[in-house]
C-alpha cells in the first residue's frame, strides 16, 4: 500500500472509530432537572442555558421491578426532548427514576435479585429509546446499609453492561448516559456508596449539597445549602473532599444548586441571624420556598426585609418579622460555579428549573461559569 492510499485508508477508518470514540464522553454539565409537577411548561425552559436536562420522574413498580411513566406524564415525557431541543438543538436529555417521593425499600428490594435487576434495567433502556432520551438517570434516596449499598453497585455494574450492549448492537443512536442522583458524601449514616462500581458504570454523579438545615430536622436556622461551614463538617465542600478523597474522579462530580430555601418562624423577631432559634416552618410553601416566591415575598414586604449574604459560608438569608428564609441568590450561585470550576469538577446542576424566576439564577450559573 502506497503512502497515498494508506493516508486514504487511515483517514476512512478514524471516521468509522469516531462515533463509538466519543459516546458518551461528556466535557461539561451544566445541567437542570424539569419536574412536570411544578407546573412550568417544558416549552418555558431556557434550554441554551444548559447542557443537559433531566425529566424528572419516572417511577418504578415494585410488582414487576419496570420502570413506568405514570398516564398523565406520558404525552409531555414524550414530547420532552423535542420541545427542549427546539431552542437548544444540541442538549442532551435523561430520564429521571425515582425522587425524594419514592420508596427506598422498593429500590432495595429490585436491587436484591438478579431478575429484578434485569426487569429494571431493560425496561429504562426501552422507556429512554422510545421517549427519546439520552440518557437515564436514578435518584434513589438513599441506600440504607452496607448490604443494599452492595447491591446498589451491583444495578450500576449491570446497567452499564446493558447499556454498552444495546449500543453495540445499534450504533446508529448514540450511547445512553447513565447518571445517579446521590448523597452530598460519599458516606450515607455511616455507610460508604460503592465508589467503585460508580466510577465504572456512571458517566457523572449528581451530589445533592443541600438540605442541610430546614424546619421539621432542625430547630434552629440554618444555611440549607452552605459551601462551608466552618466547625461543622456538614457543608457541600465536605462533601465533595470526601468524594475526592474516596477516589472518585473530579469529572464524575457534578454540584448541586438548589432553586429553592427552607423558611422558618422565628422564635424571637429580634435574635435572626444563622442559627436562630425557631418555633417550627414559616407558612411560605410549607417552609420550602422556590426562588420565585422569595422573590415575590421581598418584594412584597420590602419595608421590613433584610437580605444578608455571608461570604464565609456561601448562603444567603433573609428576616421579615419572625420569617426567615436561607436560600441561594446571585452572589451564592456564582461562588459555587466558580467552586467547580477551581475544583475541575465535571459541572453543576439544579434543583430544579421551574422555581427559578425569569431565569436570573440559570443565567447566573450559565455566565459565571464563562466560556
Not at 454539565?29 to 431556557?46: E, H, L, M, Q
Not at 435574635?271 to 414559616?282: I, P, R, S
Given at each position: 500500500m502506497d503512502s497515498k492510499a494508506l493516508l486514504i485508508w487511515c483517514s476512512s477508518l478514524l471516521l468509522v472509530l469516531q462515533p463509538h470514540?466519543?459516546?458518551?464522553?461528556?466535557?461539561?454539565?451544566?445541567?437542570?432537572?424539569?419536574?412536570?409537577?411544578?407546573?412550568?411548561?417544558?416549552?418555558?425552559?431556557?434550554?441554551?442555558?444548559f447542557t443537559h436536562l433531566l425529566c424528572a420522574f419516572a417511577d418504578l413498580d415494585p410488582n414487576t421491578s419496570q420502570v413506568t411513566i405514570s398516564s398523565s406524564n406520558q404525552a409531555p415525557f414524550r414530547a420532552f426532548t423535542e420541545t427542549v431541543q427546539l431552542k437548544n438543538p444540541s442538549i442532551k436529555t435523561l430520564l429521571s427514576i425515582g425522587g425524594g417521593g419514592s420508596s427506598s425499600s422498593d429500590f432495595a428490594s429490585m436491587a436484591s435479585q438478579s431478575s429484578s435487576r434485569k426487569s429494571f434495567i431493560d425496561s429504562s433502556i426501552n422507556l429512554a429509546r422510545s421517549y427519546n432520551f439520552h440518557g437515564l438517570d436514578l435518584d434513589w434516596e438513599f441506600p440504607p446499609n452496607s448490604t443494599v449499598m452492595a447491591n446498589f453497585g451491583t444495578l450500576l455494574n449491570e446497567w452499564r453492561a446493558a447499556v454498552d450492549s444495546e449500543y453495540s448492537s445499534n450504533t446508529s443512536s448514540p450511547k445512553l448516559?447513565?447518571?445517579?442522583?446521590?448523597?452530598?458524601?460519599?458516606?450515607?449514616?455511616?455507610?460508604?456508596?460503592p465508589v467503585q462500581d460508580i466510577a465504572n458504570s456512571l458517566d457523572w454523579i449528581n451530589v445533592m449539597a443541600y438540605d442541610f438545615y430546614g424546619p421539621g430536622w432542625s430547630e434552629v436556622t440554618g444555611p440549607p445549602a452552605a459551601l462551608y461551614n466552618p466547625g461543622n463538617q456538614v457543608s457541600g465542600d465536605s462533601g465533595i473532599t470526601a468524594w475526592l478523597q474516596a477516589g472518585l474522579s473530579a469529572k464524575k462530580i457534578v454540584l448541586g444548586l438548589p432553586f429553592y430555601g427552607r423558611a422558618w418562624r422565628l422564635?424571637?423577631?429580634?435574635?435572626?441571624?444563622?442559627?436562630?432559634?425557631?418555633?417550627?416552618?414559616?407558612?411560605?410553601?410549607?417552609?420550602?420556598p422556590g426562588y420565585r416566591q422569595i422573590r415575590e415575598f421581598i418584594s412584597e414586604n420590602s419595608a421590613t426585609t433584610t437580605t444578608v449574604y455571608n461570604e464565609t459560608v456561601v448562603t444567603d438569608y433573609l428576616y421579615s418579622g419572625t420569617t426567615w428564609i436561607g436560600y441561594d441568590d446571585t452572589q451564592s450561585i456564582s461562588s459555587k460555579v466558580s467552586y467547580v470550576k477551581t475544583k475541575g469538577l465535571l459541572g453543576y446542576f439544579a434543583w430544579q428549573v421551574g422555581a427559578d424566576f425569569n431565569d436570573i439564577l440559570s443565567t447566573q450559573a450559565f455566565e459565571a461559569w464563562g466560556a
Open positions: 470514540f466519543t459516546s458518551g464522553q461528556t466535557s461539561v454539565v451544566k445541567g437542570v432537572y424539569w419536574f412536570y409537577d411544578s407546573g412550568f411548561a417544558a416549552s418555558s425552559i431556557n434550554s441554551p442555558l448516559l447513565l447518571t445517579a442522583a446521590v448523597y452530598y458524601s460519599s458516606i450515607h449514616d455511616g455507610v460508604s456508596y422564635a424571637d423577631a429580634n435574635n435572626h441571624g444563622l442559627f436562630a432559634a425557631t418555633t417550627g416552618a414559616a407558612e411560605l410553601n410549607d417552609g420550602a
